[in-house]
């Protein structure tokens, strides 16, 4: 018996269809004061543009504390953003507080991340931080394990214009840090 080749891709991805969000990018409303958007464009490991790729923040709060659903601030804490046909992203949110760690230090303000995209059995995870942060970034747990300061550098947003941009690289030459989970 002779049994048919395995196909080498799978149909998909649907995550426009099985991965919707009702807020999509928006971890606060439009008008929230201090909201601020961080985006960026999703590309593979030749430079290419990612367009369907799904982007996922959740984040703490201004005051350091993870909270869930739509409380009375509406602040969310989750964010969901499909790339456009250029691999764009972005998420509407506000800056987290820092928040402390087992032996008593702090982490930096930062945004974890997942990334979903074709090719990718498990989600991709890292950590967006903030520009102005530089003494609570050079003081993170995270950021203080990586020992290249030009590899560190990548899991920092940089300002352009009234954003935070944040490209993310699936492979190749700057490769953002993906977290061992």
């Not at 426009?16 to 593979?44: C, F, Y």
């Not at 506000?94 to 498990?122: C, I, Q, T, W």
Request: aromatic share 8%; with cysteine.
């Amino acid at each position: 018996m002779t049994l048919p080749e395995t196909p080498s891709q799978t149909i998909g991805p649907f995550f426009a269809v099985g991965l919707p969000w009702p807020d999509g990018p928006d971890v606060v409303a439009d008008g929230t004061p201090g909201a601020l958007w961080i985006g960026g464009q999703v590309t593979d490991g030749a430079g290419e543009p990612v367009p369907d790729a799904l982007v996922e923040t959740w984040q703490a709060d201004p005051a350091g504390r993870f909270v869930g659903g739509s409380g009375a601030s509406g602040f969310r804490g989750f964010g969901r953003c499909a790339t456009d046909a250029e691999g764009r992203w972005a998420v509407r949110t506000l800056k987290p507080g820092p928040l402390p760690v087992p032996d008593g230090g702090l982490e930096a303000p930062h945004l974890n991340v997942s990334v979903f995209a074709r090719g990718l059995l498990n989600r991709l995870v890292t950590r967006i931080y903030f520009p102005d942060e530089p003494d609570a970034n050079a003081a993170d747990p995270l950021l203080a394990s990586i020992p290249d300061p030009r590899v560190r550098v990548r899991l920092v947003a940089t300002p352009d214009g009234d954003r935070l941009r944040f490209d993310i690289r699936l492979q190749g030459d700057r490769e953002t840090p993906f977290l061992a989970l």
